[in-house]
């Protein structure tokens, strides 16, 4: 097995699980949140910098790396870690999302998924097979089961056909996957918002015994609260021995709330692509840098903070950049968002390790949101 996870302890307060995640690259400390580097770069950041904010395990995006620069040219470069000089563990998501997100430029059948690229229009094909292929070649440490995310809202029989279907993708990218040795593939549940299609799809990928599960489909759309509701009743029926991962959320409620729900692993391209749109998560709630009241505030964008833009800069600077129009308005913002959510989840990790994270979540909701029943 290319992946070993540890359980360390469990919250008495929550039942949130602190491990630890043993990769090819390294171990990864979780619950753990992975900054989003799609097209083999986290947008405005270098690896040195990811690293000084003690960045764990980053993503990458199979869709994007297929269609530029294409995945034969990575492996040819020495495979991800090489290309992008990442040494760290890397997780590539399997394309899916992207795929299903093309609306009417993509077509679904049993065998797979033909597309049009969003980039030039050129027509493409995957299929279970050739995402682990094009996976295989992009060498990440832990790489996902091609799968059909299903919108919300959808109606009940095409959810349970769209789980169905994933689970039968799962088994052809499972058999198709043979680099068991240096990569470790996730099944990922689906079903939507129904309940016993959850629980079909958890009990169905648990049988295929994948070495950690993804929890799909959610983060699309529907209220926090009923996407809180289904992972209360879908992440029990996942393997305590594995690594649970939930996709695409990154908001800091969610993260809180997600680990208290016994999720390890959490990815988003919510921070840096709200840094690019001059906005930054602080200890106090959000500020948005390019209003007005910022103009002459000589103070760091969080006192509580020590990351390199917090120790060096102010907001009426960091304003003016945003509102001039400079790279390093994005480049500054994105390494404090990058650091505030990793330094949450350190703060996660410690609050399980003492027993009280809900303490903590409360105390924290408080400040941010300034209410600790959101």
Request: net charge negative; charged share 25%.
């Amino acid at each position: 097995m290319a992946i070993r996870y540890e359980l360390i302890k469990e919250c008495k307060q929550t039942g949130a699980r602190l491990g630890r995640l043993h990769t090819p690259h390294g171990v990864i400390e979780t619950p753990i949140f992975m900054p989003v580097g799609t097209q083999a770069t986290v947008k405005a950041m270098t690896p040195e910098e990811l690293k000084e904010i003690e960045a764990q395990i980053i993503l990458s995006n199979t869709y994007h790396l297929y269609l530029r620069p294409g995945h034969e040219l990575v492996k040819e470069a020495g495979g991800l870690h090489k290309f992008m000089n990442w040494d760290r563990p890397i997780l590539t998501d399997s394309g899916g999302f992207q795929v299903f997100s093309l609306g009417e430029l993509r077509k679904i059948t049993e065998e797979g998924v033909t597309f049009q690229s969003h980039l030039d229009g050129s027509r493409h094909f995957l299929s279970p097979e050739r995402v682990m292929e094009v996976e295989t070649a992009l060498g990440a440490d832990i790489i996902m089961a091609f799968d059909e995310c299903a919108p919300y809202p959808a109606d009940y029989d095409y959810v349970k056909k769209s789980m169905e279907r994933t689970t039968r993708w799962a088994v052809r990218c499972k058999e198709a996957f043979t680099n068991t040795e240096n990569q470790a593939l996730f099944g990922i549940v689906q079903g939507g918002m129904y309940k016993d299609l959850r629980e079909k799809s958890a009990a169905d990928l648990v049988a295929l015994d994948f070495p950690g599960y993804s929890i799909g489909g959610l983060s699309v759309g529907e209220p926090k609260e009923l996407m809180y509701e289904v992972l209360d009743y879908t992440t029990p029926l996942l393997p305590k021995d594995k690594p649970r991962y939930l996709m695409g959320v990154g908001s800091p409620d969610a993260l809180i709330e997600g680990a208290i729900r016994g999720v390890d692993m959490f990815d988003c391209v919510l921070p840096t692509r709200i840094a690019r749109n001059g906005t930054a998560m602080t200890s106090q709630g959000k500020v948005v840098i390019k209003n007005a009241k910022y103009t002459r505030d000589f103070s760091p964008l969080d006192p509580e903070c020590d990351c390199y833009c917090c120790k060096n800069y102010t907001k009426a600077y960091i304003r003016h950049l945003y509102k001039a129009d400079e790279i390093l308005s994005s480049r500054l913002l994105s390494t404090h968002n990058l650091h505030f959510l990793l330094n949450l989840m350190k703060q996660v990790r410690q609050a399980i390790m003492e027993d009280r994270l809900m303490d903590f979540r409360n105390e924290f909701f408080t400040k941010y949101y300034g209410d600790s029943e959101l």
